[in-house]
């Protein structure tokens, strides 16, 4: 179910780099091609539809700058990354006149390459038609659809939402509380072209059980006692847009069948009427219920089921994707400093570090609600850790009690936060967001393996990630297994 992969091809002669690079790639998402030279690189252009190469400059038989050359000549919008070592500015300002997009240094950092490779691709989506574009593919850094987020389950959202907002397509929408199922709804419906059309909420969960039917179908005069008129059931207001039916788990199993059939055939009577109407309506429903539990209860339909779970999204938890944290607590900063006036700037290290070690069991609108009264006690112009509610204040980092977070951030405050509301953040402070998360994310992998004497595995265990996941990260950051710090 998931949509085409943009494809990348990445050209370096050196193999340690091609595995590093592309492992990061595929991780995000993206499907990878590696050539070891120009010549190769361009077979491979010529056989593939490529959407973005990354390439090394220095390179045996064809080297980078001729490989920009005739790759523009095969395809003129393709983006060409250039690879440099630390300290040859001059060859990427070569590159960059020669027509490169950008270029990345060697060592790599990870956000920075995900940023180049995001913005690459959205440059030549937008160079690929004219058509003014809707909302959600105007880019601003961090966010689409106005969801905001940077972590590898949040890039692949927005590649889910690409292939489904602008078709017909029932989506079933599961998640935790407060992981943003309603902004996910509704942004799919703004980014259709029923945007113009109505956008229709039910919470299932709200409506007594009797009134369900005539809500979502209406009813004809004198149907029961009270009908005095007839109404048009919520279906009906739909009509052209997009109904979204959300706690979809607390529908009665009578009303199931109802609804099945409304969304097999298109039609339904309203309540005590006998007239046949047809309508055109996009669903989506929403739960933070498992409906698979529910089924083998007896409580929710597995036809149903398979019938709404034609594109199934689950929203990660705000734990799941902690790396986000940062972006969204500038992002509510900015919000809640233009609503209650406040010039806040930034985080004192210690608060951000308990913010991202906070478990969130309310998720992002726990954060927002937790920001939002932390904005407001804030007497300076830093939240800090005294602004923040008593369970968040009490987060435990994660390996050690001794306050390492802190120290891991302390040379990085947080710049201003972007006035408006709307606006993602700048890359100025996505550079220091960037910078303090590789720092807090280095030490807590350093002291994690101290703790466990240089044991991967455990301390793998301990952070709560995958070996292979340690692994990776330990490559990225340029730390040695065995537990000693160093450049790979
Ligand atoms: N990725 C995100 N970026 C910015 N804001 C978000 C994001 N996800 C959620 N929010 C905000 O968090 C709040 C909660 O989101 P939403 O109401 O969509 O969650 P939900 O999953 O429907 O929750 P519930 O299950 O409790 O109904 C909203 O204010 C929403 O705008
Ligand atoms: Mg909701």
Redesign the pocket.
């Known amino acids: 179910m998931l949509p085409e992969h943009k494809q990348i091809l990445v050209v370096d002669d050196e193999p340690n780099l091609r595995r590093v690079l592309s492992a990061q790639l595929e991780r995000d998402g993206y499907e990878v091609h590696t050539a070891e030279d120009g010549e190769q690189a361009l077979g491979i252009l010529k056989e593939h539809h490529i959407d973005l190469v990354i390439t090394d400059l220095r390179m045996p038989r064809l080297d980078g700058m001729e490989l920009l050359r005739r790759a523009q000549k095969i395809d003129a919008e393709l983006p060409v990354v250039m690879i440099t070592a630390h300290g040859t500015v001059d060859n990427a300002v070569e590159a960059l006149k020669t027509g490169a997009f950008d270029y990345l240094t060697k060592p790599f950092d990870q956000v920075e390459v995900r940023t180049i490779v995001a913005k690459a691709l959205r440059t030549r989506d937008l160079s690929a038609t004219e058509a003014s574009r809707p909302f959600h593919e105007i880019p601003t850094e961090g966010?689409r659809y106005?969801?905001?987020?940077q972590s590898p389950s949040?890039l692949e959202l927005y590649a889910v939402l690409d292939r489904v907002a602008d078709t017909p397509t029932t989506v079933l929408?599961t998640?935790?509380?407060?992981?943003?199922?309603?902004?996910?709804?509704?942004a799919l419906h703004e980014s259709s072209s029923r945007h113009d059309k109505s956008f229709i909420k039910v919470n299932c969960a709200a409506i007594p059980k009797d009134l369900m039917e005539s809500e979502l179908f209406g009813y004809e005069r004198g149907a029961f006692t009270g009908a005095v008129g007839s109404k048009p059931g919520r279906f009906e207001l739909a009509s052209g847009g997009t109904l979204f039916l959300?706690?979809i788990g607390s529908i009665p199993v009578e009303m199931q069948v109802k609804l099945l059939r409304a969304l097999q055939e298109s039609e339904f009577e309203r309540v005590g009427g006998v007239r046949t109407i047809r309508v055109d309506v996009r669903l989506i429903a929403?739960t933070?219920s498992d409906l698979k539990k529910e089924i083998a209860q007896g409580g929710f339909r597995e036809d149903l089921y398979y019938r709404l779970n034609v594109v199934p999204i689950r929203?990660p938890s705000l734990r799941e994707r902690a790396s986000?944290i940062p972006l969204?607590v500038m992002?509510?900063i900015g919000k809640f400093n233009t609503r209650l006036k406040k010039d806040i700037d930034g985080v004192e290290p210690a608060a951000l570090a308990r913010l991202m070690t906070y478990p969130w069991p309310?998720?992002?609108?726990e954060?927002?609600n937790v920001v939002e009264r932390a904005v407001l006690f804030c007497d300076g112009d830093e939240l800090h850790l005294s602004d923040l509610p008593a369970e968040v204040r009490g987060a435990a980092p994660i390996v050690t009690p001794i306050g390492f977070a802190e120290s891991a951030l302390s040379s990085t405050p947080l710049p201003p936060p972007s006035a408006e509301t709307n606006s993602a953040p700048s890359d100025g402070l996505k550079e220091q967001v960037k910078a303090a998360m590789s720092r807090l994310e280095r030490e807590l992998i350093v002291r994690a393996l101290e703790q466990t004497n240089g044991n991967v595995t455990h301390a793998a265990r301990l952070l709560k990630i995958s070996r292979k996941g340690l692994q990776l990260k330990m490559k990225e950051l340029g730390l040695r297994e065995q537990g000693d710090r160093g450049e790979v």
């Open positions: 966010a106005g969801i905001i987020g949040i929408i998640g935790e509380s407060g992981t943003g199922k309603e902004l996910v709804a509704r959300d706690e929403a933070n929203l986000d969204l992002h509510f309310g998720n992002i609108r954060l927002e």
